[in-house]
């Protein structure tokens, strides 16, 4: 019988072998690139900003399967909203993934949840959130590159 943790791991496996919004961003107007030196997840993060909302966002990099899953999935979610809802949605993937009880967020996320079944593995947890701090740090504004350590 087919459940729900079969479909997380098809959306994580599809996403890895073939990541959404995978390549530089030459008219970006941020970029900032993150490192998880424990399993060495490398990426750059480009967006491109119109007003107050993410009009283009796109990764480059290499790393493990969670953490280009991940990233594909994050720059899917991320594309057209307000930074405001940006960092909404850091927060809400943020807890599900290090709360105890997943903060009760996974099914508001869609497709993020896929990636909830990582905080059973705390090593795993910093593949999946790599992407998630550099984009928060990038729409702080931030400029040093981001680690997970």
């Known amino acids: 019988m087919f459940d729900l943790k079969d ?3 098809e959306v994580i496996v599809d996403h890895n072998r073939r990541p959404r919004n995978f390549g530089a961003l030459p008219d970006a107007d941020r970029k900032l690139e993150g490192f998880n030196p424990l399993c060495g997840d490398r990426l750059t993060l480009y ?26 999935l994050m720059t899917e979610a991320m594309k057209g909203k307000t930074l405001g809802e940006a960092r909404k949605t850091f927060e809400s993937f943020h807890e599900m993934v290090t709360a105890r009880d997943g903060g009760g967020r996974g099914a508001a996320l869609g497709k993020l949840a ?25 729409l702080h504004g931030g400029a040093a590159p981001v680690s997970t350590e």
């Open 7 to 9: 479909l997380y791991q």
């Open 47 to 72: 967006v491109k900003v119109a007003g107050d909302r993410i009009e283009d966002i796109r990764f480059d990099g290499t790393g493990c399967a969670i953490s280009v899953a991940s990233a594909s």
């Open 114 to 138: 896929a990636l909830a079944g990582v905080r059973d593995y705390p090593a795993r947890v910093k593949c999946a959130t790599l992407c998630w701090h550099t984009l928060h740090s990038l």
